[in-house]
């Protein structure tokens, strides 16, 4: 922009000889701020300097018109005040600011300050033939309001005390929480002039959101204020006479303004607590959040009973098809076992009938004799092939023997010579093989048959008689499995069998054997425990030396140990355990039942005896 310069003319008073010649110098000056701005518009307008003088005093006037209806003018108050008591006076209704106080700008400050000194200027009161007091006039008290509010300092100090501003704090409300927001929203509202950190959240209403509530209590439980209390001080260390009497005032002020300040946080804590104590909607979002935690809580609830419901199904299900696998798989052994049993039935009632075919066939035919000394013989013959033929051996011979009647006995002796070459050569064979086993084992001993293996070979040649498949080989597979002791093989089975039985086909000499066997090893055991009573018994049958060992008395002497184990033995086991004596007796080494009754008795007597000696002393 262009720089504008203006030369001052020279002062009216020199130019009418007033002054001295060159008191006053010319000076280029430059307009700043709205000089600058009027210049600048006169410039670019062209308008004289006149015209923009006009026009400042035509807004001045009309500043001045609003100024009257904004600052008021209490003259009675004015008067009333006292010049000397300047700090407790209303600095805003001193300069007619009332109605603005805390929120009059700078620029209204000032305004009010001019009116009232062109109001209430001593010089212009005293033209008007109004009576002034130099020392005692209320203009000094206009003057100190517009020192005070118009610092920054000094204002903030006096709005902190403000003595129209109201302290309380409404209480708690139990019964009209309806009329919440109409008590505590003018509250809140007028303390908020207070706030460092702005804006300020509203308390809002009731149909507030739950987050819109939350944010309003958090910053006023967090609340910072700038309230301070430098205004109420009672000292003023200006006035003090040196440092240390400054010092002093300045800490006696600092204590005074922190113990305000803590009371100013208590109040608006207790607006605070008083405000969330009667807030409905406090409680309304409580019973919110207490249902959605219920809610939740049943969900959760549900959930686990659903997944505990779907595993019980899952493992019914499981143990369901398991049963009846089972019983598809037990329905299957009983009918498999039921067909055996029928099947082993009507091979019994099959073997039967053929046995009894072959008995009356050979009852009829006079057992194929042709003289009474081959009866007996025939007889056995036809028994034994009975016990050892099936079914089918039985039926064919039968019919054999059936087919021609004439030829019968020719046939029934084939067939006897037929069977016992069969059972010569397994005997002659069994023979061969207890010969190479000898022969074999001659170079090693044998192991020594116990009873109870004596007593499984008799039970496996029962269970598998002769004609059975590898008959040997399975006895001694018996023997092993149902023994703990070591493997037979079935040479060692043959050959202690052909040993014992000796070709006998009842076996009765080996069964005999077994039972001498077992009756030995019966009578050695109980020669021992008669051997064993017999010498208790001729101890028990000693006499004693003296008849207190005969009672089962020890009387030696009672050593430390056994009287530290015997009291022991008393603390361990009370009057009411069962057996207590015979306990006790048992921790006491080479002492009886009787041993440790006695020396009870004694230690209870000599107790006793010291008591009475004790009290005999005291009576004395």
């Not at 209704?93 to 603005?100: A, D, M, Q, Y």
């Not at 300092?153 to 009329?179: H, I, Q």
């Not at 051997?531 to 030696?556: D, V």
């Amino acid at each position: 922009f262009t720089s504008t310069r203006e030369v001052m003319v020279s002062s009216p008073e020199i130019r009418q000889g007033v002054l001295p010649v060159g008191f006053l110098k010319e000076r280029e000056v430059e307009p700043v701020g709205r000089w600058f701005l009027n210049q600048w518009d006169r410039i670019n307008s062209n308008r004289t300097f006149s015209h923009g003088i006009l026009s400042e005093s035509s807004d001045s006037g009309s500043e001045e018109e609003d100024d009257e209806a904004l600052f008021e003018d209490d003259l009675e108050y004015l008067r009333s005040l006292d010049p000397k008591e300047t700090q407790e006076q209303d600095q805003y209704r001193v300069l007619g600011l009332s109605k603005l106080r805390i929120l009059a700008t700078d620029d209204q400050i000032k305004r009010a300050h001019r009116q009232k000194v062109l109001r209430h200027h001593p010089d212009k009161r005293k033209a008007a033939g109004e009576e002034i007091k130099e020392d005692d006039d209320y203009f000094s008290c206009i003057t100190k309001a517009f020192e005070i509010l118009g610092n920054p300092v000094t204002r903030r100090a006096f709005d902190s005390v403000d003595p129209t501003f109201d302290d309380d704090v409404p209480e708690v409300l139990k019964k009209d929480k309806e009329n919440f927001i109409k008590i505590f929203g003018p509250a809140f509202e007028k303390n908020k002039r207070w706030a460092v950190k702005t804006p300020v959240p509203l308390l809002g209403d009731m149909d507030s959101t739950r987050e819109d509530v939350d944010r309003f209590y958090s910053y006023w439980y967090e609340f910072d204020s700038w309230r301070e209390y430098s205004y109420l001080d009672e000292e003023d260390k200006e006035k003090a006479g040196d440092k240390w009497e400054r010092r002093e005032i300045d800490k006696i002020n600092k204590a005074q303004r922190k113990e305000k300040k803590a009371d100013e946080t208590k109040r608006i804590r207790k607006l605070v607590d008083n405000a969330y104590n009667s807030d409905p909607r406090i409680a309304k979002f409580r019973e919110e959040e207490k249902n959605e935690k219920l809610a939740k809580k049943k969900a959760k609830a549900d959930q686990a009973k659903a997944r505990k419901d779907e595993e019980e199904r899952i493992i019914k299900e499981k143990e369901d098809a398991e049963r009846k696998e089972r019983e598809a798989k037990e329905e299957i052994e009983k009918a498999k076992k039921a067909a055996e049993k029928k099947e082993k039935d009507e091979m019994k009632r099959l073997i039967k009938i053929e046995r009894k075919k072959l008995r009356t066939f050979s009852k009829e035919h006079n057992y194929f004799i042709i003289d009474d000394n081959e009866k007996l013989t025939h007889l056995a013959e036809v028994e034994k092939m009975c016990e050892l033929y099936n079914c089918e051996q039985l039926r064919n011979l039968v019919e054999r023997l059936e087919k021609d009647t004439t030829k019968s006995r020719e046939v029934f002796i084939r067939e006897m010579n037929k069977l016992n070459n069969k059972m010569e050569e397994e005997r002659i064979e069994e023979a061969q093989m207890t010969g190479k086993t000898s022969t074999e084992g001659s170079g090693k001993t044998e192991a020594e048959w116990g009873t109870e293996e004596l007593q499984m070979m008799i039970k496996a040649i029962k269970l598998f008689p002769a004609g059975t498949v590898d008959r040997w080989e399975v006895c001694a597979d018996y023997i092993s499995t149902h023994n703990n002791s070591e493997p037979r093989t079935p040479k060692e089975v043959i050959s202690k069998a052909k040993e014992m039985q000796s070709g006998n086909f009842a076996m009765s000499s080996l069964k005999e054997e077994v039972n001498k066997m077992a009756y030995e090893n019966l009578q050695k055991g109980q020669n021992k425990k008669v051997l064993e009573i017999a010498a208790k018994e001729s101890e028990a049958s000693q006499r004693t030396e003296t008849s207190a060992e005969m009672m089962g008395i020890n009387n030696a002497t009672w050593t430390p140990d056994e009287q530290k184990l015997l009291e022991q033995a008393l603390k361990s086991f009370p009057a009411s355990t069962p057996e207590r004596w015979d306990r006790i007796a048992e921790t006491v080494p080479g002492r009886s039942k009787k041993d440790c009754m006695k020396r009870y008795k004694e230690l209870v007597e000599v107790i006793k005896a010291k008591k009475a000696a004790m009290a005999a002393a005291k009576k004395s």
